[in-house]
């Protein structure tokens, strides 16, 4: 069923009662060619471009829970693709243009709204480094507008420009960067995958790898095993747990992320402001409420749910950058599992096994990536050779010091 207008009337016409169902809910078949673990949005977009680009069929993605239940239907929505190194530039332009086309080409409303991303500095050294950021990202094909001060006070007359700690020094725009309905996003892949006759298997955990002599043939499941010639894992804040099963140690370690969102507002908040002298970012959701977050918990975890200090530490950055804001109050608050890798930047790689691929390390900044990654996996799982946008984001790339570090924190994965 194609969404349109039309068919909004008419079946607000006719008491709503022909929708169907927007995926099916398959049995899982004993093979396939291609599995894919992990249903968030990484791995349905994989899907979807491995069915639709590459001319896939015979494909399945096994969830452990349900569509939407792990980060993909937590983040904070931001798009963006302000980034300083070339290995990173290209690939997240690519996302960033893939996004602008996104709800035509999934025939899905996934609110993507382009209402820009403003960092702001607060001294004349983080503005030249924003000068330098904005530089490289012209270079990538991307947007970047350096703001002076009088520009970011005109845009945001409510930030504390007077009395304050952190004062405003200028910021960077990125006016194509903005936000995206996280769930939308997941559920639109999830019906294009459908339609192109991918099987989407919910409940189903995979528990263990196939593998002999080098060579993976599939996975066992908690609703049996399932062979494959291919299987490609993308499962986000689980990486660890689930490539240990294949005995691959990683770099990377699991930490808890949260998010925490207001009661409604009236708008005041035009795009995404992310403060530049501590880790808080906000932006405004449609229903009102102020979305905002902070850092990572700075311990290893496997919980969703985080702790106090660190809502704290994130209400105080915001405090400090627009006084009003303290008299919201926080109507709930959440956490997912982020894959915090050493360089904290990603991988798209082939494993030593035969057969066996892996998308992970997306720390915090997965979510602007969901298009692109899974363009590039896709290629990658198709052909077997890298897309060029994504060459860098390789497993070997500590061994041969080809690091990615675009925070030049080293390797502190709570740092990045
Ligand atoms: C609070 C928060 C805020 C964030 N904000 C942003 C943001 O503003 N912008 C941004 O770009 N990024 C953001 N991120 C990061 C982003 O959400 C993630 O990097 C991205 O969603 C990860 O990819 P995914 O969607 O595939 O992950 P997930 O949705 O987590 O998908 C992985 C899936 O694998 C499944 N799985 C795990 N183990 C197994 C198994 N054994 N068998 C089968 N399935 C399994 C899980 O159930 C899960 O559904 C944020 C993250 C959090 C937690």
Not at 24 to 43: A, F, N, T, W
Not at 83 to 94: R, S
Not at 126 to 139: C, E, H, S
Not at 258 to 273: C, F, M, N, R
């Amino acid at each position: 069923m194609r969404y349109s207008a039309a068919k909004i009337l008419w079946q607000g016409l006719t008491g709503n009662r022909g929708w169907k169902s927007v995926w099916r809910e398959p049995q899982p078949k004993s093979e396939y060619d291609i599995i894919v673990v992990g249903g968030g949005g990484h791995g349905l977009a994989t899907a979807y471009y491995l069915a639709k680009k590459f001319g896939h069929k015979n494909i399945a993605v096994l969830e452990k829970g349900w569509i939407g239940s792990g980060n993909v239907g937590r983040n904070t929505t931001i798009i963006r693709s302000n980034y300083l190194l070339p290995g990173n530039g290209p690939f997240y332009e690519m996302s960033m243009k893939l996004w602008e086309n996104l709800e035509q080409e999934l025939n899905y409303n996934a609110m993507v709204s382009q209402r820009g991303v403003v960092y702001l500095s607060h001294s004349d050294a983080q503005r030249d480094t924003l000068a330098r950021r904005g530089n490289a990202m012209r270079l990538a094909g991307a947007d970047a507008v350096l703001l002076d001060e009088a520009e970011v006070r005109k845009n945001f007359p409510y930030f504390d420009y007077d009395n304050a700690r952190f004062p405003i020094t200028g910021g960077l725009l990125q006016p194509r960067g903005g936000t995206a309905r996280h769930d939308g996003v997941v559920w639109g892949y999830a019906r294009a995958a459908d339609q192109l006759g991918v099987d989407i298997i919910q409940n189903c955990e995979v528990t263990n790898f196939l593998i002999d002599n080098g060579v993976c043939s599939g996975v066992e499941t908690s609703r049996g095993v399932i062979k494959a010639k291919k299987t490609a894992v993308c499962v986000a804040g689980s990486s660890s747990k689930v490539m240990a099963k294949a005995n691959m140690r990683l770099p990377i370690e699991s930490h808890v992320l949260q998010a925490y969102v207001t009661e409604g507002l009236k708008p005041v908040i035009p795009g995404v402001v992310v403060f530049g002298a501590g880790h808080f970012y906000i932006s405004q959701s449609d229903k009102g409420g102020l979305v905002f977050g902070g850092d990572v918990d700075g311990y290893n975890t496997y919980a969703q749910r985080g702790g106090m200090p660190v809502l704290e530490h994130s209400c105080e950055g915001g405090v400090a950058l627009m006084p009003m804001i303290s008299r919201a109050r926080v109507l709930r608050t959440w956490g997912g599992l982020v894959d915090m890798s050493m360089d904290g930047s990603p991988f798209i790689d082939k494993t030593a096994i035969s057969g066996l691929y892996f998308n992970g390390g997306w720390c915090y900044g997965g979510f602007k990536a969901t298009p692109a990654s899974g363009y590039c996996y896709a290629h990658l799982i198709a052909k077997d050779t890298y897309h060029p946008n994504a060459a860098a984001y390789r497993l070997d790339r500590y061994l041969s010091g080809r690091m990615l570090d675009e925070r030049g924190v080293g390797a502190q994965p709570n740092l990045h």
